[in-house]
C-alpha cells in the first residue's frame, strides 16, 4: 500500500498569502507531519515535495501514477473570504473514492467541530491533480488563511500537528491500515543479542516474561543486572 501525500503549492508559487502567514509553508508542514505519523502504519509514503521547490500540478500527479500510489492526498489552506473546512474529489470520481472522502472528511471536520470551524462540506471540482491521479484521490482545504481566526488556529505548531493526526486518523480508517509491530520484534532481537553476549542465557523465558502484564522473578531480574554491571559497567 502506497499513500502519495501533495503539499500544495511550493517554491515561486506561495500559494494563499496572508495575516503573516504563507500557505506553502503550512502545506508543507503539515504533510510532513501527516508523513512521520504514517510511518507507525504498515503503509509506504511517497511526498511530492519535501522541501519548498516548485512544482507543476502534472508533475504532482506524475510523480503518484508512476510510483503506483493506492491513494493520492493534495494538503490545502484556502483563502478567499470565508472560513472553516471542505475537501474534494474529481466530479468523476469513483464510489470508492467517495467513501474515502467521507471517511477522511469526518475525522478531519470533528477536529474543526471541537475548535468551532464549520464544516463547509465535502465537495466535487476538476482540478488537475484529481483529474490526472489514476488512484483514489482528493484534496482537502485546511480553513482560510485570510480569516484571523483561521489564521490563528494554523500559526499554532500544535494545531497544526492535531490537523496532521487528524488527517492520519481518517488515512489509517479509510484504507484500514495496520500499525507496525515493532515493539515486541525488536525486544526479541535484544533479547537475542543479550544472549549472543552471555549476559542471559534462557532467550525464551525473556521473551516470555519481559512484556507489559507479566513479571519476571526478582532473583533472574538481579542476576541480570549483575552481569550487565561486570561486562559494561565495572569500574
Ligand atoms: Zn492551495
Request: hydrophobic fraction near 35%.
Amino acid at each position: 500500500m502506497i499513500v502519495c501525500i501533495d503539499p500544495g503549492h511550493g517554491g515561486t508559487d506561495p500559494g494563499g498569502c496572508s495575516n503573516g502567514l504563507r500557505e506553502k509553508d503550512l502545506t508543507l508542514d503539515i504533510s510532513l507531519k501527516l508523513n512521520n505519523l504514517l510511518k507507525n502504519y504498515e503503509v509506504d509514503t511517497i511526498l511530492t515535495r519535501d522541501k519548498d521547490i516548485d512544482i507543476g500540478l502534472s508533475q504532482r500527479a506524475n510523480i503518484a501514477n508512476s510510483a503506483n500510489a493506492d491513494f493520492f492526498i493534495s494538503i490545502h489552506v484556502n483563502a478567499g473570504g470565508g472560513s472553516g473546512f471542505e475537501s474534494y474529489r474529481h466530479p468523476a470520481a469513483s464510489d470508492k473514492t467517495a467513501s474515502i472522502q467521507a471517511i477522511i472528511h469526518r475525522t478531519i471536520a470533528n477536529l474543526y467541530e471541537s475548535n468551532n470551524f464549520i464544516d463547509r462540506g465535502e465537495k466535487t471540482k476538476n482540478l488537475a491533480v484529481l483529474r490526472e491521479t489514476k488512484m483514489p484521490a482528493i484534496l482537502v482545504e485546511n480553513l482560510f488563511i485570510d480569516s484571523v481566526k483561521d489564521a490563528n488556529f494554523l500559526r499554532e505548531e500544535n494545531n497544526r500537528q492535531a490537523i496532521a493526526q487528524s488527517i492520519c486518523n481518517g488515512i489509517v480508517q479509510a484504507l484500514e491500515l495496520k500499525k507496525q509491530k515493532t515493539e515486541n520484534n525488536s525486544l526479541d532481537t535484544v533479547i537475542d543479542a543479550f544472549v549472543k553476549a552471555g549476559i542471559i542465557s534462557s532467550s525464551e523465558y525473556w521473551k516470555q516474561n519481559a512484556a507489559q502484564g507479566k513479571q519476571c522473578d526478582g532473583e533472574y531480574v538481579a542476576t541480570l543486572l549483575q552481569r550487565i554491571y561486570e561486562k559494561y559497567l565495572k569500574p
